[in-house]
């Protein structure tokens, strides 16, 4: 068990970029930084998980070779055919139904739906354009990071499962019934175990 922390540490420690950002991130003030193998400084203010998340960007490909890009920033789905050429986009910022507030990452079902993820446990599941929204799903996973689907109804999600004592990471999602089928895998590690710190 102490030699898999350890290789995992050692894992963590062979990522210079995103170990700086972690530290950048708890620590949450200006860090420059000179690494070996780095041509130039990094520089990191004011970094926090809201600032790192606002910016994310998704992109998945469905099975006609669409580009749906999910963009946290913006906070809109685009899709685009393989040419580059925009189809259509849907969201908006907001907390309303069809509004995101920090999307994730879309898929297209094989049923032709889109479903959006967003960090904080929410589903929005819209028709094949975006146009309509047909059910909304708020799940105590925290924070959301992937989805994939499975089969016809099923997904599975990759989060954090909030109010349990063993923290798991996958979760098989009924999107007919809307609850959680079964969670697995727990977490490798608790923070706790290296003393609340890397």
């Given at each position: 068990m102490?030699?898999?922390k350890?290789r995992?540490?050692?894992?963590?420690?062979?990522?210079?970029?995103?170990?700086?950002l972690l530290?950048s991130?708890?620590f949450?003030?200006?860090v420059?930084?000179a690494?070996?193998?780095?041509?130039?400084?990094?520089?990191?203010?004011?970094?926090?998980?809201e600032?790192?998340?606002?910016?994310?960007v998704?992109?998945?490909?469905?099975?006609s070779e669409?580009?749906?890009?999910?963009?946290?920033?913006s906070?809109?789905?685009?899709?685009f055919?393989?040419?580059?050429?925009?189809?259509?986009e849907?969201?908006?910022i907001g907390?309303?139904?069809?509004?995101f507030?920090q999307?994730?990452t879309?898929i297209?079902?094989?049923s032709?739906?889109?479903?959006t993820?967003?960090?904080?446990?929410?589903?929005?599941?819209f028709?094949?354009?975006?146009?309509s929204?047909?059910k909304i799903f708020n799940?105590?996973?925290?924070?959301f990071?992937?989805?994939?689907?499975?089969?016809e109804d099923?997904?599975?999600?990759?989060g954090?499962?909030?109010?349990?004592?063993?923290?798991?990471?996958?979760?098989?999602?009924?999107?007919k019934g809307?609850?959680?089928?079964?969670?697995?895998?727990?977490?490798?590690?608790s923070?706790?175990?290296?003393g609340g710190d890397?």
């Open positions: 102490i030699e898999d350890h995992f540490l050692k894992y963590l420690l062979s990522e210079k970029a995103i170990f700086i530290l991130v708890f949450n003030s200006k420059i930084y690494q070996e193998g780095f041509d130039e400084f990094i520089t990191l203010e004011n970094i926090s998980l600032n790192i998340y606002s910016q994310r998704s992109v998945s490909l469905d099975e669409n580009f749906i890009v999910t963009n946290a920033k906070k809109k789905v685009c899709v055919n393989s040419g580059g050429q925009m189809l259509f849907y969201g908006s907390k309303g139904p069809g509004d507030l999307p994730i879309t297209r079902l094989s032709g739906r889109l479903l993820a967003e960090l904080a446990g929410k589903l929005s599941l028709n094949s354009r975006g146009d929204l047909m799940i105590k996973v925290l924070p990071s992937e989805v994939h689907q499975i089969s099923k997904i599975l999600i990759v954090r499962k909030m109010f349990e004592d063993q923290v798991k990471l996958l979760h098989l999602f009924d999107l809307g609850v959680i089928m079964k969670s697995f895998l727990d977490l490798p590690f923070i706790g175990d290296y890397f």
